[in-house]
């Protein structure tokens, strides 16, 4: 898209405290680039989708979980107060849309976890359709992968194949696939490929035990080399 399309919105960059947000208040204020206040026609096309019914139904139930994840909300003033886990969520939210086979895509070094997940589903009354990353064992030269770019090298390594891992679960007719530590780009695959819709239990970041948000708490602080991309490249 070109420039003279802009401005574009950079919503992360916007100084307008909460509460005198357009997008929070009728009588806020928007900054360069809004998109509540900007874009009429594309946010008009937008609100369109909702007059679908399986697509209102969907909104309309995850707009109620995000409301039942706090408690005591009609105190006031109201603090927040929130009380329910992402993985509770997940599975308040499947029941509310009647679902009852869950797709559940994991990374082999989250076994473990998966395994886990796998039993808290299945208590829930789910019915759980899992399927590993490395699954078809197919060799990384398959995709152009010199020995020099395998993990461990001088050995045998399968790619992860997320694809496979999205074609097998469409063929098991999933109502709802969860991902757990699927790597950079190869859930990016998954959510191309996969038909049912998707949510995301935990994304993979090697280094602080799976909680990527870590390093960017931290990135004025002890993390401070990811904001330069020099140092965090070494």
Known sequence: MS????PFPSCASC???RPKKICFSSEGAGSKGCPTLLNNKTLNEAVKQYENPQTKEFARQASIQEGECYANRHQRPYVMQPTKT???EICEFAQKMGYQRLGLAFCIG???EAKAVERIFKAHGFEVISVVCKAGRIPKEKIGIKDKEKIV????EAMCNPIYQAKILNMAKTEFNVLL???VGHDSL????AKAPITVLAVKDRVTGHNPLAAVYLSESYYRKIA???VSKG
């Open 190 to 193: 998954f959510f191309k490929y």
């Open 228 to 230: 330069v991309p020099s």
């Open 86 to 88: 992402r993985i509770v």
């Open 3 to 6: 420039k003279k399309n802009g």
């Open 181 to 183: 530590g699927l790597c």
């Open 110 to 112: 989250l076994t473990k």
């Open 153 to 156: 090298q001088g050995t045998e």
């Open 15 to 17: 100084e307008i405290i």
